[in-house]
Nanobody
C-alpha cells in the first residue's frame, strides 16, 4: 500500500502562484510514476502533469503547459506541483496519484490516490 497526502492548496488571486506537495509513504517512492490530476465542480477528473520514476521526464496537459511545473524529491518521498500564472479556470480539487506504469497513470488508471486539496483562483 501507498499513502499519499496532499497539501498546499488554498485561495489565490488570478495571476498568483501556489505550490502543492504530496508526501508518499508505505512503498519505495522511486518505484512509482507520480502525477497530478484535478476535478472542477461538475466536470470529470482530468490529467494535469506526470513525472517519471527518476524525474527525468515530465508531461503536461496543454492547458497548464508553461505555467505549471511538476518535480519530485526521491529522498523526501515527495512530489510537487508549482503553479504559476493561475487562472480562475484552474479552480479545482487537485489529486496526487501514483502508479508503476506511466501509460496507466496518464490514462488516470492509478493504483493510488490522495484525498485531494482544494485550489480556488479568484478573478
Amino acid at each position: 500500500q501507498v499513502q499519499l497526502v496532499e497539501s498546499g492548496g488554498g485561495l489565490v488571486q488570478a495571476g498568483g502562484s501556489l505550490r502543492l506537495s504530496c508526501a508518499a509513504s508505505g512503498r519505495t517512492f522511486s518505484g512509482f510514476v507520480m502525477g497530478w490530476f484535478r476535478q472542477a465542480p461538475g466536470k470529470e477528473r482530468e490529467f494535469v502533469a506526470t513525472i517519471t520514476w527518476s524525474g527525468g521526464s515530465t508531461y503536461y496537459a496543454d492547458s497548464v503547459k508553461g505555467r505549471f511545473t511538476i518535480s519530485r524529491d526521491n529522498v523526501k518521498n515527495t512530489v510537487y506541483l508549482q503553479m504559476n500564472s493561475l487562472k480562475p479556470e484552474d479552480t479545482a480539487v487537485y489529486y496526487c496519484a501514483a502508479d508503476y506504469s506511466l501509460s496507466q497513470l496518464s490514462r488516470g488508471r492509478c493504483d493510488y490516490w490522495g484525498q485531494g486539496t482544494q485550489v480556488t483562483v479568484s478573478s
